[in-house]
C-alpha cells in the first residue's frame, strides 16, 4: 500500500502563499534541504497543476549525499515528478518540462485527450472522474500497482484538503517560517470546504525541531482512540 507524506513550509500565520498565490520563496536553506531529503526518499512526487503554474519547475534531487543514498538503496537518480490536472491545460513552454527527471501526469479521460507519451510525460495516468474530482480509489490503486510505495505531495492545498478528505495522507512534515503574510484569500495548508470539528483529521505529534527561526514539526494521522506518541523536541 502506498505510503503517503506531505511536506509543505507555511508562515507563522499558517498561509503557504500570499493572497496572489504566487510561488512561495520565503523558507530558508534549511528548508529546502529538508524538503529535498524527502523528496530523496520518495518513489514519487505529486502536486497539483495550481503549484506548478506558480513555480513552473519542480524541486530535484541534487545534493550528493542524497543522490549517493539513493543509489544504494537500488532507486534511480530522481523519484517521478507526478503533475495532477484533470483538464491536463498545462503550459508545454514552463521549464518543468526541460528538466531532466520522470515527468507523468495524473488526469482524467478530457485531460489525457491533451497529451500523448513521449518527450513531455513518460506516462499518463488516466483515472475516472466523479463528482468530487479524481476517483482517488483508483488513484491508489494504479499507483501501488505501478511499484510506487512511498509518495510524497508537495501542494497545493486543494490537493492536500482532498487527499485528507479521503484518508490518503499518513504522515505531515510542517515548517513554520518567521514571517506573517494575511489575508482573506492566502491559501493555508489545507484548503477545500473544511472540516467539521468532530470530523476532522487528527494528527499525533512526532517530532518539533528549531533550526534558527524556524520551527519543523513532523505529525502523523491517527485514529481517534488510539493512543498517540509523545512528541521528541530538540
Request: glycine fraction near 8%.
Amino acid at each position: 500500500m502506498t505510503h503517503t507524506t506531505v511536506v509543505l513550509a507555511m508562515s507563522a500565520d499558517g498561509k503557504i502563499a500570499d493572497e496572489r498565490r504566487s510561488a512561495a520563496r520565503f523558507a530558508s536553506d534549511a528548508d529546502r534541504y529538508h524538503l529535498e531529503q524527502q523528496i530523496a526518499q520518495a518513489d514519487a512526487t505529486l502536486f497539483g497543476a495550481g503549484t506548478l503554474r506558480a513555480y513552473e519547475t519542480t524541486l530535484a534531487v541534487s545534493q550528493p549525499d542524497l543522490q549517493s543514498a539513493r543509489q544504494q538503496r537500488g532507486l534511480p537518480p530522481q523519484p517521478v515528478q507526478i503533475v495532477c490536472s484533470i483538464s491536463g491545460d498545462l503550459n508545454r513552454n514552463w521549464r518543468f518540462f526541460q528538466q531532466p527527471v520522470p515527468r507523468w501526469l495524473l488526469t482524467g479521460a478530457t485531460g489525457a485527450q491533451r497529451w500523448t507519451v513521449g518527450a513531455a510525460f513518460e506516462r499518463i495516468l488516466t483515472v475516472p472522474v466523479i463528482e468530487s474530482g479524481l476517483d482517488w480509489s483508483t488513484v491508489f490503486k494504479q499507483l501501488s500497482t505501478i511499484g510506487i510505495e512511498r509518495l510524497l505531495v508537495m501542494g497545493g492545498a486543494e490537493l492536500v484538503a482532498t487527499l485528507l478528505a479521503v484518508d490518503r495522507i499518513d504522515e505531515l512534515y510542517l515548517t513554520v517560517c518567521p514571517l506573517l503574510l494575511g489575508g482573506r484569500t492566502a491559501p493555508t495548508p489545507v484548503d477545500g470546504c473544511g472540516f467539521a470539528a468532530e470530523q476532522a483529521p487528527r494528527l499525533a505529534l512526532c517530532s518539533v525541531k528549531a533550526v534558527g527561526h524556524e520551527v519543523f514539526l513532523h505529525y502523523r494521522r491517527w485514529t481517534v482512540g488510539a493512543a498517540p506518541t509523545p512528541a521528541a523536541a530538540d
